[in-house]
């Protein structure tokens, strides 16, 4: 344990948070029927089947107040906060839409039934439009409607995340939660090999126009894996619709380039989803770096470099989904995922290091080529029963990957003569299968109160093959011969058993309780055909998750929470492969690595205003006694070796503050995010706290014409690390977009960092063996231009500018 001390800020915070949340607790909710709500069944006029997937709409005075969808037996529920005099509609593809009278609640008939005719008319006279929120709060997550930015149309995952509540993009494209680069990465609810083994590069190839939403969950439930520390990203890509309908992107610019296309279909028992994307793209960095070495807390000797990395990034990525309906309450559903991606670098580096013996100097050039090839295939059982939420889930999942990395590096002396030469081959190949099973059974007849329960086995296999050769024994030749000390196959495996409990409980008086507990058994090993020893690791970890929400009225909810999460090694964390591009810099894994646990409390306000401001508000302390850190020693030599170690503690409290409004034509959407970390390591004797604060703000304005305008921008002041921390970064774009063709196509032109040709960004580290200082620019100097085309038998409005039901038939 170490004695802190609270930033004012965060305390006047936390206190101001907790005064207007007792305010609120403390005012009666006048007006509120106790959490009652409109049910029904909507059903088919002439057969009396039900009608899944009906849009359901609770309309007061001409303006819908609230919505909702059926489920897979026709059902729906609506929350209703207020007495008064309601309308109901509901709107289904090839069918009439049904308006009903008005009348009044309490007294409306329950459960309410409405019966749809079939209806001759053509398919592309049918659209609802439906309005969200850039963010909304449903629960346990915080969600970040992508389609609402007219900017998510350009560009990739990467760009999506960036605007994203509680996450951060660094300049070198690494995603962070709440300054925690520990979280788990899910695509549409599902894990993804991908992903989880690469997410730098995978994100940069997923098109940012395929997404739909992303979920941030800081609390996740034990349903979800416990891998993630500081908690769950969840991307979830466009829906299909009735009918079919397809998407052609193509994006230009100085940067980056890129073409995607999408179909969709739905035939009979049969859904059918095609998308497929390619990019490519091109990143340039320069740097210097100057370093002292120190041996007894003196100087032992100077280094200094410089660099210039450029790396060109061409990505494929593609997924063909097929789902069968054997029923309304039954469907399989398989999805093939392919993933192929290479982004070699060129990197030319002048090097000078000085000691008490004299100075050494020359000039290097390093091409590392990487290559990674990756395939999924998943299918799924989805069974509904005839009780409201009760539901049987199946899930199977099988991956493959190959991946290819090699580096050469040739070092030359000032005056152009060849010395040392050194080249690193990387292969490596894994296997992933997984196997779920999720139940959730009601414990009443409202669906609200009810048990999840579920069983999951995952398993990993994989080889990698390393070796390191050079001329050290003939400098200048083109005799390279093996290093045996570096060179070696790994063959290596993780077993996980999971298991895990939920309870969740509603009251009338808007109370929810949800506890869960999930526990995780991991075997993990590898063997080495030559030098280094074989090892293996069992260990289990229980982990708890509780929640607990009270919605005071309509427009206040607060929330508080505790979770634990966990981290485990992968296998690139544990491959003791060296890199020595730089042979001043050297890089490798840890086979010795343990997993870490990280504990959290969480408090949460929300504030929904009828004119449609939105404030969302957290504050959370999390702490982890054994974190997986990047860990950089200097020897007496001045080589660096930086490799991860379970060698620090690490304390933080935060607070992330996010709004939203909107005022006639113009959004604003905005947030900070706050936190004081404490870093400590007893074994290196290593004490680093400070703050971070970051800020991002979002502008968009809708002129005539179907023309949109939008700025938006993002500053922090730097990462903090165990050894060191970084200085500011900062981005910000401007966008405009026309429509034409009825909204079907249109033109979008981006720019970004106009105003700077590059990014200047500073990194400070420090050590008993070291103190350094990095200057890195990034030239992120961008602009684009995106054409977009959607087509087909269907015009579907998910995120328009009104929110408002068409004339509709009385019943």
Known sequence: MYSVTVPKFLLLLFFAMLTTVCSQAQQPVSGTTGGLTISGAVRDSADRSPISFATVVLLREGKVISSATTDSLGR???????????TIGVSFVGYNNYLSAPTAFPGMQQPYQVLLRKSTATLQTITVNAKKRLIETKGDKLVYNATVDISNKAGSAADVLRKVPMLTVSADGEVKMRGDGNIKVLLNGLPSGILAKNLKEALKII???????????????????????????????????????ADISLSAGNLEQSASASLNTIRGNFDLSLNINASNQRERKTS????????KGLPAGELLQENDVTQHERGLYGDLGVTYRIDSLQKISTTFTLWNGAWPSKNTLYNLYQDGKGSTAYNQKSDQTNHSGYYELSTSYQKLFRRKSQELQVLGMVSNSADRSRYVTQQHTLAGVPAFRETGPNNSKSWDFNLQTDYTHPLDLSGKNLVETGLKFSRTSATSAYSARNNEHAPGSDDLVEIPSRSDEMKYFQNIYAAYLSLKFETRNQWMFRAGLRYEATQLGAEFQRTSAPFRSTFGNLVPSILLTKTLNEQHDVKLSYTERIRRPWIWDLNPFVNAADPRNLTSGNPLLRPETTRTIE???????????TLNNSVYFSSNSNAIEMLTTVDSLGISRTLPSNIAANKRLGANINAAMEIGNLTVNGGVELYQVWFKSDALQVK????????????????????????????????????GRNSASWSYSFTAQKEFLNKK???????????????????????????????????????HITLNWKFGSMKVHNNEEEKKMPPMRRH
């Open 745 to 783: 196509a249109s033109v979008l032109v981006g720019v970004s960092n106009p105003f700077q040709r590059s990014m200047l960004q500073r990194s400070y580290a420090t050590a008993p063996t070291f103190r350094s200082t990095e200057v890195n620019n990034y030239y992120n100097r961008s602009f």
């Open 688 to 723: 680093n706290d400070a703050g971070f604060y970051a800020f991002n703000l979002n502008l968009s304005y809708t002129l005539p014409r179907d023309v949109t305008l939008q700025a938006s921008g993002d500053y922090s002041n730097g990462y903090v690390t165990l050894q």
């Open 603 to 613: 408090a949460g306000y929300n504030y929904n205003a009828a004119s449609g401001f």
């Open 76 to 86: 729906f529920s609506i929350p209703l906060r207020e007495k008064g005099v309601f």
């Open 207 to 245: 098109p940012a126009g395929t997404i739909a939403a992303v979920e941030v969950i800081t609390s996740p439930s034990a349903k979800y894996e416990a891998e993630g520390a500081a908690g769950v990203i969840n991307i979830v890509t466009k829906k299909k619709i009735k009918g079919s309908s």
């Open 288 to 295: 210097t770096l100057n370093r002292t070495s120190l041996l």
